[in-house]
């Protein structure tokens, strides 16, 4: 939704977005407010800044521009860097941290120059684009990471995820893992397209905990569920800083694994940008009936954690749909 209303806020024709409740809740400001200042003229609920959310015709060309952002985001920044195909003059972004980079590889795959200079990104308006003849899209790290922490934590465990995207603004779950001390190995290293892709050999081992905040946070925190489950397993704690966009996910994240997960082991504390986890051999693991917020990465989570503890029922469990269709099937394989 974000990238698409970085696309069409150019255009001479009106479009309108909606979606479902989630999406509904979900703040579009943070896109809204940078294509506003390149002169797209959008509008929507709650101050133009939630669904449904409507772009009418500017009467004029996008002007380019330089945007600071207060936060690293991929989803901002492609969202500009897509205006700005149609813009007049030059658009850069500047982000704190590098975040994903997708978009940045996907345009200049299609032939689009752009200009880097520590964390600014620059483009300018292209006549004509060219596609690559294939496009191979490699396995979403944040769908394995669910495996990689399974595996981890489960005893005598071994599993290899094949064909899965290693871009390294991607791979913060792989760097707290190994920092944990998981036992994970890459091999058949090659590259899709412009994307880097691998093998994950992932065996069961000794965790401890680990402490990570805001530079990470950009490399990982569609993970910040699945490590969760993690650190309960891991000896000591495990401190989380920096996540404060997790409260404005599809549900209030940091909240939801504290009042979910602590049903199945009582050993975590929210605040107000993270978590702190204690794990270890002394936590008590119980069943339990939780709750998913209708959030795919939660559902996935609580399933994960069922399946190293000792079992959950999952209300609202379809959500994972969302982003992995087959998830339970895969886990019925393996388990």
């Known amino acids: 939704l974000r990238l698409m209303m970085g ?46 959310i409507t772009v009418v015709p500017a009467g004029k060309k996008l002007q380019g521009f330089t945007y600071d952002m207060p936060v690293a985001s991929a989803q901002v920044k492609s969202a500009i860097l897509l205006a700005g195909l149609f813009a007049e003059g030059t658009t850069t972004v500047v982000e704190p941290y590098q975040s994903r980079n997708h978009t940045e590889l996907m345009l200049e795959s299609f032939g689009v120059k ?62 707290v893992l190994n920092d944990m001390g998981a036992d994970i190995t890459l091999t058949n290293e090659r590259s899709s397209g412009s994307e880097p892709v691998a093998d994950i050999l992932v065996r069961s081992a000794s965790l401890h905990g680990t402490s990570f905040g805001a530079d990470i946070m950009p490399r990982l925190v569609d993970e910040i569920p699945a490590i969760t489950v993690a650190a309960m397993f891991a000896e000591g704690e495990t401190v989380i800083t920096g996540a404060g966009e997790l409260r404005v996910k599809e549900t209030d994240r940091i909240q939801a694994i504290s009042d979910q997960f602590n049903k199945l082991c009582e050993c975590i504390t929210a605040t107000e940008d993270g978590l702190i986890i204690r794990g270890g051999s002394q936590n008590v693991w119980r069943q339990g009936t939780c709750f998913s917020y209708d959030d795919h990465r939660i559902a996935m989570t609580l399933a994960i954690a069922g399946m190293a503890g000792n079992g959950v029922e999952i209300e609202q469990p379809d959500c994972v749909a969302i982003s992995y269709p087959s998830f339970y099937e895969e886990m019925a394989g393996l388990y």
Request: net charge neutral.
């Open 114 to 175: 752009l200009d880097y200079e520590g964390t600014a990104i620059s483009i300018q308006a292209q006549d004509k684009l060219t596609a690559p003849e294939k496009i191979v899209v490699p396995g979403d790290i944040s769908s394995a990471a669910f495996w990689l922490v399974a595996a981890s934590v489960i005893p005598d465990s071994e599993l290899l995820l094949k064909n899965v995207g290693i871009n390294p603004t991607r791979t913060g779950i792989l760097d």
């Open 7 to 52: 696309m069409l806020a150019p255009q001479d024709f009106v479009s309108v977005f909606t979606g479902d409740s989630s999406l509904h809740k979900r703040p579009m400001g943070r896109v809204i407010k940078p294509l506003s200042r390149m002169g797209a003229n959008i509008v929507g609920r709650a101050g133009n800044t939630k669904l449904p």
